[in-house]
């Protein structure tokens, strides 16, 4: 990349403006510069910093050529791939990046604008404006301070290929709520979810009121909490007036041929149902009098070929209608399928029904080359 004037840059052959040169950004850093992308780019193979990337149109195909692009820890996204709303976008790629010390993500995909205005546009419509068609490969996201990838409300037929998230501080990839069809493969997640200085707080990736999503080829360890937890929010921080109600489960989810290696939790279904919701500020209504306890919906999900080594609870299981076969452990504390019924049983009456068991088997040699 070549400084050609203060707001302009240029990439190989292409010309790109550099929007907003001088960014607000904190008193101990220098300014952030803001470059937005389009058509076919490739970065020149060093590092880059006090820099974000911008896609906002369709059709834009990033090559990086492992380019190292860092944030120093004051920058909030390496790159952000947005739709205003004003049209479809569509038809993007990104491969061959390298994203380090962001202070919330290394990549985010979103619609611009909180939950309350989307609700101005119809269904249909948020699901036409929102990003979509969206392929990453080959990347590498490290020490972010939040999600190492968000993809959010709204967004469709997102493929993750050949990731690797590590040290994010949060999750290693967030699907928000109404996202849908997004494939995670071929890709590595280790020591997400920690902050604070160790504290564990997060897993690898997380399903909050996302469906039809393959989680398939991947290797997850020594991620904080866990593997890959499924749940539907309720509707955290309601009273703000910037959150809105999920109607979308976590549910119709294919998670095969994993390994989850050195953690606590492979995978929850339903990882919200168990927990003490009461200080969350949620718009669900709860299911008990304290307002403690709200219904968590994560139904008709699949997990099968997953290999689970030194988990101490492989698979739990808090909602109905899940099946879990033909996955192999080794180590495990307890047993390998934990079907849980408080509070539900208690306070509904309701205990999970319809799991399906299937061929799951301890296999000490299927964990010897982890």
């Keep these: 990349m070549h400084r050609a004037n203060p707001c302009c840059w240029s990439i190989g052959v292409m010309v790109l403006s550099l929007v907003g040169c001088a960014t607000a950004a904190p008193p101990q850093t220098q300014k952030v510069q803001t470059v937005n992308l389009s058509g076919d780019v490739k970065l020149e193979p060093k590092t880059y910093t006090n820099t974000q990337f911008v896609i906002k149109q369709s059709n834009t195909h990033l090559d990086c050529q492992n380019a190292l692009i860092d944030g120093g820890g004051v920058v909030l996204t390496g790159l952000r791939i947005v739709s205003d709303g004003s049209a479809p976008l569509n038809n993007v790629t990104v491969k061959n990046c390298r994203f380090r010390n ?43 301070a939040k999600s190492g990838l968000y993809v959010d409300d709204y967004v469709q037929d997102v493929v993750l290929d050949g990731l690797t998230v590590r040290r994010a501080g949060g999750t290693g990839v967030y699907l928000e709520h109404h996202s849908r069809r997004t494939t995670i493969q071929n890709s590595t997640f280790e020591q997400n979810g920690f902050r604070d200085g160790g504290k564990p707080v997060r897993e690898a990736i997380a399903i909050d009121s996302s469906m039809y999503n393959t989680i398939r080829n991947n290797v997850f360890r020594a991620n904080a909490k866990g593997g890959v937890f499924l749940y539907k929010n309720c ?54 009098d304290t307002g403690t306890y709200f219904q968590d919906y994560a139904r008709n999900n699949t997990v099968q070929g997953n290999t689970f080594c030194n988990i101490a609870k492989p698979v739990i299981i ?16 307890q047993t390998f399928a934990e079907i849980t019924h408080p509070p539900r049983a208690k306070v509904l009456g309701q205990k999970v ?13 299927s964990c010897r080359m982890q």
Aim: with cysteine.
């Design 102 to 144: 962001f202070d919330t993500s290394g990549i985010r995909i979103y619609f611009q604008g909180n939950d309350t205005v989307k609700l101005q546009y119809s269904m249909e419509e948020r699901y036409r404006l929102a990003p979509q068609q969206v392929k990453i490969t080959n990347v590498v996201i490290e020490d972010t």
């Design 235 to 288: 509707g955290e921080r309601f009273s703000t007036g910037k959150a809105v109600l999920r109607t979308y489960e976590a549910s119709f989810n294919l998670i095969e041929n994993n390994r989850f290696i050195d953690m606590p939790t492979g995978v929850w279904l339903a990882s919200r149902q168990s927990k003490k919701l009461d200080k969350w500020d949620c718009g669900d209504t709860p299911l008990d």
């Design 318 to 333: 808090e909602d109905n209608d899940n099946k879990i076969v033909r996955n192999r452990y080794a180590n495990a504390k």
């Design 353 to 365: 029904t319809g799991t399906v068991l299937e061929a799951n088997t301890e296999d000490a040699g």
